[in-house]
């Protein structure tokens, strides 16, 4: 043995290291150095086996991978460190545009929504769309209430799956996230679809265009969504702000000319509904125009569970924000309803034109800069109430996800701090359903409101639980709140279900237990694997395995079948190479060859006269497997060609053979590429 | 004359950037090698191959500095990081040990006592080094 070898094993046993340390001696005594080998260009930075991935690290090399960076910059941002995850919160100022558009967006069609309903039994009946109204503010009163008392029960968000969950049990907690869950994927299938109606009623050429229009803006609310909820809150602020300034100018100038007595010509609908009524007024019609009615209260639960996304103070952010967003779709509710009432402005049949439409008209006039800002303004905000389902969905996604109910995916950030996964997913969830709807806001109405009033109800009565259990300082009043609060969406759920279940609230009703049993089962793969996997106490010590049982299927002996060869032996002595020969004389020729090789490296050939090589050689190795106890290890040569296309000129055995394998219990596959530019072999590399 | 190795020692002030440019057409013109090198000086408290995390950082992060300054200006930089007790000698010792036969040494204007300050390590490269230097001192108003 050369003196050589030793120091040479000593140096191939020595750990992979990101840094390394030379002393050279220098010129002179004292003049010694240290020479810091380090990996400047990967972008890791620490010391002593801690390291931390910078910017650097995360830029692409190849070609196509710096196209989809670039690509993917320029359209959702640049890349954020995660410690900017505080500067991504938002403030009242961003979080009513973000959170609370949905809401306010509501008295967009609200008041339309019931008149719709009443139209049914005729002209007359509109007269109790302002008794509707007042109902509908009254429940929105008791929810503000009662959720500001969730915001301070639960300030780190979660809203009512978690209120559920804690109070009723993981049933009750898993019905709320699917209510909710539903509920957000309709919000963005309704807003998108009520935003296009918004602009098609000022611009009727559109309307055959609505569900690819509609999905257009789908596609962009998603990258909106993926750029962060701050950049997303920065963009949306002022459409809101424009819509609320806007709506109240008309209402106040409508209001006025009422005053007055000065009213205008009335707007009329192209197609209006049978003045007499096709359906008689029944207390059922009025629940009904209710039900629909009270679709101005969705939205509502966004800001309770969104708490976490405001800055500090969380809760007392949140609770302004709420309240804020009450005050406005009040005001503006009321004023349009009072308005569209008192000028006798019926509903369009075809839902060609908005009954907001026709009232800004008969206000302003059609040709007036108000009408435009207004009904523009309209279309902005109903497109960003979509975008409360974008905030809500992927954060309560996240939250189940972290609570192992959905899949993990929903629960990583990506990279500029949104949860990406649900923002995708709830995109296409909400396409899907607006182009089965055919985007007519009226077929997708009657799904709506289930899901929130479900969650409103079982969150309120949470809180009644919890309030009696925990009997803190205040709790009478507290209980109270939230038993009215219980009783009020309780009841409004019930009017929900039972006048909308024929238009489509079935629907709803069908899916819920289904995605309640798909989150269980969800997290009992979960729980299951976890169990399976954890280590107890007494197994905390690496267990010493020998060496495996190594099978190499060589196709023919070249660089590739030698490097795997090679590698194959470094792993253990126990090794087999086995060749699968369509032929007699094939097996022949390739034992003749393999004799000449010259290795000691023992050799089964298996003739295939059925001209099969992945069947013959799976059996091969499930025969060696039956006949060893110890674990098997197959190592594949894979020869990689240097462009993508010329993967289709090979036939790609070893890539069949990996997916084969990879099922197969106590199997260990190992793959040795063989790059067709790669003139070296796996041994040393020089420097 | 037509330097085949350069090494430019880069003590990480803003001349950095300015010597690095005046390398690259000597760089292109000749092809030849040229290595970047932070020195960082260990004091005689601490062991020769203690570990400076801060100082590591700062000398990493201005070797990346420079090797993206380098390829703006059309030329490869090879880099390297030292630690030893006094710059000026780990600076000759790997141009003697790698063949260089080009110091380039920069300064930022400074002055002390109302005269112009060099600082000793690119006095020691100045008096010391065998091959060619280039001290490079910045304009007055950088």
């Known amino acids: 043995m050369s003196g050589e070898e030793p120091q040479q094993q000593q140096e191939d046993e020595t750990p992979p290291s990101l840094e390394r340390r030379v002393t050279r001696a220098g010129r002179h005594v004292g003049d010694r150095y240290v020479r810091i080998v380090r990996p400047i260009g990967s972008g890791l930075r620490g010391h002593g086996g801690r390291y931390v991935a910078t910017e650097q690290t995360m830029a692409a090399t190849g070609t196509v991978g710096r196209a989809w960076q670039g690509l993917s910059a320029f359209l959702i941002g640049k890349r954020l460190h995660s410690d900017a995850e505080a500067d991504e919160r938002i403030g009242v100022e961003t979080g009513l545009p973000i959170l609370a558009s949905d809401n306010i967006s509501s008295s967009a069609y609200a008041t339309e929504e019931a008149m719709r309903i009443l139209a049914i039994a005729g002209t007359g009946a509109l007269v109790l769309t302002m008794p509707i109204a007042l109902a509908v503010v009254f429940v929105l009163a008791i929810v503000v209430l009662s959720e500001s008392r969730v915001i301070r029960a639960y300030p780190n968000g979660g809203g009512s799956y978690l209120v559920a969950r804690e109070n009723h049990g993981v049933i009750a907690g898993l019905v709320a996230a699917s209510a909710l869950l539903i509920d957000y994927v309709l919000t963005v299938s309704v807003s998108t679809a009520a935003g296009v109606a918004a602009i098609s009623s000022f611009a009727p050429e559109i309307h055959p265009y609505r569900v690819p229009i509609g999905l257009a803006l789908i596609a962009l609310l998603a990258i909106g969504n993926l750029r962060g909820v701050r950049e997303a809150g920065v963009a949306f602020a002022a459409p809101t702000y424009a819509y609320i300034i806007g709506m109240g100018a008309m209402i106040l100038i409508g209001l006025g000319r009422w005053y007055v007595g000065v009213v205008p010509p009335i707007a009329q609908p192209p197609h209006p509904f049978d003045p007499a009524g096709t359906a008689p007024l029944t207390i059922l019609l009025v629940l009904r125009a209710f039900a629909s009615g009270s679709v101005g209260l969705t939205g509502s639960e966004a800001v309770a569970n969104g708490v976490p996304s405001f800055k500090k103070p969380e809760a007392r952010n949140a609770v302004i924000t709420l309240v804020l967003m009450g005050s406005i779709f009040a005001t503006l509710f009321l004023g349009l309803t009072f308005l569209a009432t008192q000028f006798g402005i019926r509903p369009d049949a075809d839902e060609i034109e908005t009954v907001n439409s026709m009232l800004t008209r008969t206000v302003v006039g059609a040709t007036s800069p108000l009408y435009f800002i207004v009904q523009f303004s309209t279309a902005i905000i109903l497109l960003l109430a979509a975008n409360t389902g974008f905030t809500g969905f992927p954060r309560l996604a996240s939250v189940l996800a972290n609570d192992r109910f959905m899949p993990r995916h929903f629960a990583d950030m990506g990279s500029r701090l949104a949860f990406n996964t649900g923002i995708v997913v709830l995109g296409i969830l909400a396409a899907i359903i607006l182009t089965a709807f055919g985007g007519s806001v009226n077929a997708l109405v009657p799904l709506y409101t289930i899901g929130v009033f479900l969650a409103f109800t079982l969150s309120q009565s949470g809180l009644v639980r919890r309030w009696w259990r925990l009997r803190n300082p205040g709790w009478r009043v507290s209980i109270l709140i939230n038993a009215i609060g219980t009783v009020v969406t309780g009841t409004v759920l019930v009017v929900v279900a039972v006048t909308k279940f024929q238009l489509g609230a079935w629907m709803v009703l069908l899916l819920l237990p289904l995605i309640v049993a798909l989150l269980y089962s969800i997290n009992r793969h979960y729980t299951n694997v976890q169990d399976a996997l954890v280590i107890s106490g007494g197994e905390q010590r690496l267990p010493t395995l020998g060496a495996p049982v190594v099978i190499v299927p060589v196709a023919r002996i070249d660089r590739a079948a030698m490097q795997a060869l090679a590698f194959a032996r470094s792993v253990s002595p126990n090794l087999k190479a086995v060749h699968i020969s369509l032929s007699t004389e094939g097996a022949a020729d390739f034992q003749r060859r393999w004799e000449r090789l010259g290795s000691d490296i023992p050799l089964d050939i298996v003739e295939s006269p059925f001209r099969s090589l992945l069947a013959p050689l799976l059996k091969y190795i499930d025969a060696i497997d039956k006949s060893d106890d110890r674990p098997i290890t197959v190592v594949l040569s894979e020869f990689v060609p240097r462009h993508w296309w010329e993967w289709f000129l090979h036939s790609q055995t070893a890539m069949r053979l990996k997916a084969s394998l990879l099922f197969r219990p106590n199997t260990i596959v190992i793959d040795v590429p063989y790059h067709s530019h790669d003139t070296g072999d796996l041994g040393p590399r020089p420097g | ?142």
């Open chain 2, 1 to 142: 004359m037509q330097p085949k190795r350069v090494l430019v020692a880069l003590a990480g002030t803003s001349a950095d950037p300015d010597v690095i440019r005046l390398v690259a057409p000597i760089a292109k013109s000749a092809r030849a090698n040229v290595m970047g090198i932070h020195v960082i000086e260990v004091r005689w408290n601490l062991p020769l191959d203690a570990v400076m995390e801060a100082e590591l950082d700062r000398g990493e992060q201005l070797l990346e500095s420079a090797k993206k300054v380098a390829e703006q200006a059309g030329f490869s930089l090879e880099t390297e990081l030292l630690q030893a007790r006094e710059a000026a000698a780990a600076i000759i010792d790997t141009a003697v040990e790698r063949k260089c036969d080009l110091i380039v040494v920069a300064m930022p204007f400074r002055k002390r006592l109302g005269r112009v300050y060099i600082g000793r390590t690119v006095q020691n490269v100045y008096v010391n080094a065998p091959c060619a230097v280039l001290a490079y001192r910045q304009e007055q108003n950088a």
